[in-house]
């Protein structure tokens, strides 16, 4: 009769578990800036420009938080023109007199279903230097032209999480889908052009359920933006966001607070900044010449444009970019200056320039030796910025990418020579790498998790067993037979997802095989485990 074990225990009696593993005395082998706040000046002579800078701060808060390539390839974010790196796009915001326009008699948006809409703008809109045809609409009080799905119930002012990039938020809070009027009425006008986005008796979504109330949104043609409010509750103190935020540049964004509540008949008004200036070049650099460009705008002429190199001026242009040559490694702070009706305006860069390679190390095993505990540890340094993250081979084949220690626990097929490569890439990509081969030969219990289904890692579990000196791994691939025959323990936590009939034939032919199986569960087993469950 094949042996069947099903356990389901407390982490202090699962060491039991362990304990009771056998350990072997291993064999030994023979080896085969600021743009909305001017700084008024007569205009001067290159060498003579020290106007004071009120600039995008892009340093790192840390070596090692700094993320240098671009994004905006995620499904459901609408590509930009300008993509900015750097620089200042203040709105102004005031109180201006209330004049409410009742948008009702225009097109009415259903949103009892959907949590957003998309609306098409019967002008172009310039919105934080960029220009849009269409906004996509939130049920829940904002809007965002660069994320085609706003469902979230808030909006974070001066985040840069893509999700609210571009963001509008007149009265971003949790909206009922089935209370009140669920959905926004749009209306466009004309002398002047505008489109009104508003949203009218609609009520909280959770709690008691209580009225927010109705506002509006008046987009113009040239940019300017009015939150209108005819009466907005809040009574219970629910969290909302109100603002601007550009998210490309977090720095950009305009948040407002209202002192108290009801909101009754106000309007603010954000209007763009006459002049400024988005530096729409890279952060990083992987040769020492270098592009530098930037997008510049004044209501006035722009006479010129003058470019510094850590103070020291470089060179000045009449164009919107700056091919520069010979720059040393490191770090730069990258200046343009735009001259415009007699004043200066400012943009700052903190530039990489980094082509050399981390180096790598390989420290334990030595190179030819014999591998007892699966641990594989190196060191790494990089001459110019720092190492962000390695990537692991086995026999050539990836064993782990994205990697952030210094140190790693390798399971695999016991008695058996491998090659292991460790590749150290630094702020840029530039790769280093450090490669050795050794024999495996594991003495110490390795103890495998699922979390191929999303389950619960049992994070403590597993640090229980570390601090005993066992191995423990994270199983995120298919199951396999031969996977689960690596691992003398195989954990699998609560919660997750369904699990593929091969996924269950796996686990039972390592149990019947021998296998030890610790499967725990709340209130019930994922469906397709339940029938194996039920049989131990």
């Not at 090692?64 to 993509?83: A, L, M, N, W, Y």
């Not at 058996?416 to 590749?423: D, H």
């Not at 034939?505 to 709340?522: I, R």
């Amino acid at each position: 009769m094949r042996k069947k074990v099903n356990m389901i225990l407390i982490a202090l009696s699962l060491v039991c578990i362990l304990v009771s593993l056998p350990l072997r005395v291993p064999d030994v082998p023979m080896k085969a800036e600021d743009s909305s706040s001017a700084v008024v000046d007569e205009p001067v002579a290159p060498e003579d420009i020290n106007s004071h800078r009120q600039v995008e701060d892009n340093r790192m808060d840390s070596t090692q938080s700094k993320e240098i390539e671009g994004v905006r390839t995620e499904k459901g974010f609408h590509p930009c023109d300008i993509d900015p790196t750097a620089g200042d796009f203040v709105y102004t915001k005031t109180e201006i007199s209330h004049d409410w326009i009742d948008a009702t008699s225009g097109t009415w948006n259903n949103m009892s279903e959907d949590s957003s809409v998309a609306l098409d703008l019967p002008f172009i809109f310039p919105f934080y230097g960029e220009n849009f045809s269409t906004v996509y609409v939130s049920r829940h009080g904002w809007m965002s032209f660069y994320n085609m799905f706003p469902d979230s119930d808030w909006v974070a002012i001066g985040s840069s999480d893509e999700e609210f990039w571009y963001a509008v938020a007149p009265y971003a809070i949790a909206i009922s889908s089935w209370q009140g009027t669920p959905g926004v009425y749009n209306l466009s006008l004309t002398s002047p052009n505008r489109f009104v986005i508003e949203y009218n008796n609609v009520y909280y979504e959770w709690g008691d359920l209580a009225l927010i109330g109705t506002f509006q949104v008046i987009l113009y043609e040239n940019g300017t933006l009015d939150f209108n409010y005819d009466i907005v509750e809040n009574e219970s103190y629910y969290s909302y966001a109100v603002g601007l935020n550009h998210g490309a540049i977090s720095g950009n964004s305009v948040y407002h607070e209202f002192s108290s509540f009801p909101v009754d008949n106000m309007t603010l008004r954000l209007t763009p900044p006459e002049r400024w200036i988005l530096i729409t070049s890279s952060e990083g650099a992987t040769s020492t010449d270098y592009t530098f460009t930037w997008i510049g705008h004044s209501n006035d002429t722009i006479d010129m444009y003058y470019v510094f190199d850590d103070d020291t001026f470089y060179d000045n242009t009449t164009e919107q970019f700056m091919d520069m040559t010979g720059l040393s490694l490191g770090w730069h702070d990258l200046e343009v200056r735009m001259e415009t009706g007699g004043q200066n305006y400012t943009a700052l860069l903190y530039l990489l320039v980094d082509n050399d390679p981390p180096t790598v190390a390989i420290d334990y095993p030595l190179d030819g030796t014999t591998l007892n505990d699966g641990k594989v540890n190196w060191t790494s340094t990089d001459p110019t910025s720092y190492v962000d993250y390695f990537d692991i081979y086995v026999n050539n084949s990836l064993y782990a990418d994205n990697y952030k220690s210094h140190e790693t626990y390798l399971v695999l097929e016991n008695q058996a020579w491998y090659n292991i490569t460790v590749i150290a890439y630094d702020a840029l990509g530039n790769p280093g790498s450090d490669a050795i081969d050794f024999y495996y030969d594991r003495t110490v219990p390795a103890i495998g998790f699922v979390i191929t289904h999303s389950e619960d890692d049992v994070w403590e579990v597993q640090e229980l067993y570390r601090s005993m000196g066992y191995i423990t791994s994270q199983i995120e691939d298919a199951l396999t037979l031969d996977l689960l025959q690596m691992y003398d323990v195989i954990f699998v936590g609560a919660s997750g997802g369904v699990w593929p009939s091969s996924d269950v034939t796996a686990l039972e032919d390592y149990v019947n095989s021998g296998g030890k199986a610790v499967v725990m569960h709340s209130g019930s087993y994922r469906e397709g485990l339940r029938d194996l469950m039920s049989t131990l």
